[in-house]
């Protein structure tokens, strides 16, 4: 495995891992990590595998529960965004894909809170319920998607600047 690679799938790896240590409620680099894969992992079938076998390894640890299904489908669609990072992964671009990925998060892992956890009535206005509830989740996870995908992105293209083996060019050899 060549350096580049393995440094893309340790950080993938590391920030899946965060979401184990303390945090602030839904202040994880999930959604950014997802970013980086579909930007920089060198296909997209390994940038949609990566981050949900990392996030099931977290989920492993933390616990399974039943709207699972819809967090991946959160972060498989967030994949898909950085797909449209791939050839220029910039920081500005990617805090743009960033709130991006954060809406389409919160529809989809609020839709199936709603859908699964038994709380809200399955009707138009229990969805409007469950959406409502996740807006004090949905600023704290809006912040931390912003910084991680920050931390991760500039992070990288600092790393690639210092260590020419990390460059896209590098990848080849």
């Known amino acids: ?19 184990i240590m303390p945090h602030p ?6 959604a950014a990590m997802a970013l ?14 990566v981050p949900l076998l990392a996030m ?6 933390l616990g399974l529960h039943d709207s699972m299904l819809y967090v991946y489908a959160g972060i498989a669609l967030t994949v898909v965004v950085g797909f449209g990072l791939k050839q220029r992964p910039r920081v500005m671009p990617a805090i743009l894909a960033s709130l991006i990925a954060s809406g389409l998060f919160f529809l989809i892992t609020n839709f199936g809170a709603w859908a699964t956890s038994g709380i809200y009535p399955q009707t138009t206005g229990g969805l409007s319920m469950a959406y409502t509830a996740g807006l004090p989740f949905f600023r704290n996870s809006l912040l931390g998607d912003l910084f991680f995908t920050a931390i991760l992105f500039g992070g990288f293209q600092a790393l690639e600047r210092i260590s020419p083996s990390l460059r896209r060019n590098a990848m080849a050899s």
């Open 1 to 19: 495995m060549n350096p580049r690679l393995a440094t893309l799938l340790l950080i993938i790896l590391a920030a899946a891992m965060f979401r």
């Open 36 to 49: 980086f894969a579909g930007a920089y992992l060198p296909s997209k079938r390994l940038a949609l595998i």
């Open 56 to 61: 099931l390894l977290s989920d492993l640890v």
């Open 25 to 30: 409620h839904n202040v994880t680099p999930i």
